[in-house]
């Protein structure tokens, strides 16, 4: 019989699985946004929504933007240099709410921080903890196939 030890998982494979599912739901949010600006708004009406809301060279922020959410979210939903990612959808959000969402209170349907707020949070979760172990970074750092041993054993 197999030990807790020898398992494929570094991490409890429940834990695994559970950060695959918010990785796999981050990605996706990401995702539909940085493609609604790059194709269905367009970056040219992104320019427009940041110059009315005071964002400084909005051209620039623009294509920032929507770069960072479309590409951030497939290195999320991956689980691929998820730290960076994280960290510049967090980034991004922060800005998000300075810019736009700030004083519209709570509620998204106000123009408000909620949806700003939970994907900062859970894209800054993933930059400092870990997308888990069924990652393309885990894989990756693995040698021979075999993830990384990480934290304490019991």
């Not at 708004?41 to 005071?54: E, L, P, Y």
């Not at 590409?71 to 960076?84: D, E, M, R």
Request: proline share 5%; net charge positive.
């Amino acid at each position: 019989m197999a030990s807790l030890h020898q398992t494929p998982f570094s991490d409890n494979p429940v834990r695994a699985v559970l950060l695959l599912g918010c990785r796999i739901l981050l990605g996706l949010v990401l995702i539909a946004h940085g493609w609604q600006k790059l194709t269905i708004i367009g970056i040219d009406g992104v320019v427009a929504q940041m110059a009315r809301s005071g964002v400084p060279v909005p051209t620039l922020a623009a294509i920032v933007a929507a770069t960072i959410e479309f590409v951030g979210g497939i290195c999320i939903l991956l689980g691929l240099f998820t730290w960076v990612a994280g960290s510049l959808v967090a980034l991004l959000m922060a800005g998000a709410y300075a810019f736009v969402h700030r004083g519209h209170g709570v509620l998204v349907d106000n123009c408000g921080w909620e949806l700003v707020a939970a994907i900062g949070v859970a894209a800054l979760l993933l930059a400092l903890t870990s997308p888990g172990d069924l990652s393309l970074d885990q894989a990756l750092s693995a040698p021979h196939g075999r993830p990384r041993r990480r934290g304490r054993r019991s």
